[in-house]
């Protein structure tokens, strides 16, 4: 029982009806735990974790100049100017693998796992008061 109150709080937090949010409000923190439990075993099971960096990349790009500035009456008219390339900072996102004490890794896998057990019992009876407080 405990284990489907717990996948479905995640898709609580998508929905809408007053009960869901309620829920959803009462149980973020369990749900933030779940995603890092999640991440932590992914990189046990790989061995190595994940990490995004931005990286910033000079390129060639298209630009467009400012329009020439109005003329007098009766002047000739400029041609609006031509796109044209040059040079632009681009910043990417790259995921790069990164070295992690492994022994550590599941010290604090068991940790979390531990305070999840805490925190689903003490979010039982907030989920319950949501339920009364707002019956579907």
């Not at 990164?98 to 907030?126: H, N, V």
């Amino acid at each position: 029982m405990r284990r489907i109150l717990l996948s479905g709080l995640g898709l609580l937090a998508a929905c809408g009806t007053p009960q869901e949010q309620c829920i959803a409000r009462q149980t973020r923190d369990l749900r933030i735990l779940e995603r890092l439990i999640a991440e932590t075993q992914g990189n046990l099971d790989r061995g190595f974790a994940l990490e995004e960096v931005d990286v910033v990349q000079t390129r060639w790009v298209t630009c467009t100049p400012p329009p020439p500035p109005p003329l007098v009456e009766g002047a000739p008219t400029l041609p609006e100017p031509q796109p044209r390339l040059c040079l632009d900072d681009v910043v990417e996102t790259e995921t790069r693998a990164k070295a992690i004490d492994l022994s550590a890794e599941a010290e604090k896998l068991a940790s979390m796992k531990a305070k999840r057990k805490t925190l689903a019992k003490a979010a039982e009876p907030a989920i319950a008061a949501c339920r009364n407080a707002y019956p579907e």
